[in-house]
């Protein structure tokens, strides 16, 4: 507690000055986000750090393992949803990146069979969600026999899996038919910070390093 409370000093004292007219603005004018980043709650993996943005410019969901879950799942289990619909309708973003990433204790449990349901009973049903991309593993990667090739395509399978419960949404499915909004798979690499991007042209997650951004 004491390195926090020494790093909300170093803030206010060295670096708000540089921000002090932002979030003044921020502050009367309100938060407009361009963008909803769904990623985990791995301390290593910092949206807007790997992406280099500043307050105000991202709507930021940590959980454990970046899932999301469909549209049919409701109380407890999908305060995820809630951010979702916040993000989409209220604050009309214009993308949302799911963002998964390397060595995902998450994805690892999953595969590995979960979590104790007598100790861990909401992470055990909160990876539940999550057991599609198991299944996927087990059928379409029987070629992959090194664990750490599993565990890597596992991840990646993960990050799909979520992009595709994030489009059952309603609000999120009307704002992908007019065109307003975009969604990505972005896949992060904690040793290297490399970041890749899926592309459904190769089915692959390629290098985003080097790709332009879209023109405005």
């Not at 595969?111 to 100790?119: I, L, P, Q």
């Not at 070629?143 to 595709?164: D, I, K, M, S, V």
């Not at 040793?191 to 023109?215: C, I, N, R």
């Amino acid at each position: 507690m004491q390195r926090l409370i020494e790093g909300v000093h170093r803030f206010q004292q060295e670096r708000f000055g540089q921000y002090r007219e932002l979030f003044q603005k921020l502050s009367t004018k309100g938060q407009r986000p361009h963008t909803l980043f769904i990623t985990c709650s791995d301390s290593r993996v910092l949206a807007e750090l790997i992406t280099q943005s500043r307050p105000g410019d991202l709507f930021v969901v940590k959980n454990v393992g970046n899932i999301v879950p469909p549209a049919t799942v409701s109380g407890d289990t999908n305060s995820t949803a809630a951010a979702i619909e916040f993000a989409v309708q209220v604050l009309k973003v214009s993308d949302i990146v799911v963002c998964g990433h390397s060595q995902c204790g998450a994805v690892a449990a999953l595969m590995a069979g979960g979590v104790s349901r007598e100790t861990m009973p909401q992470l055990s049903r909160w990876l539940d969600l999550a057991l599609p991309v198991r299944r996927v593993i087990e059928k379409e990667y029987p070629h992959l026999t090194g664990e750490a090739e599993r565990l890597r395509a596992a991840e990646e399978e993960n990050t799909l899996f979520a992009l595709e419960n994030l489009q059952t949404h309603p609000c999120v499915q009307a704002r992908l038919a007019d065109g307003s909004l975009h969604v990505h798979a972005w896949f992060f690499k904690i040793a290297t910070a490399e970041l890749f991007a899926y592309d459904p042209a190769s089915k692959q997650f390629e290098p985003l390093a080097g790709v332009s951004p879209p023109k405005p």
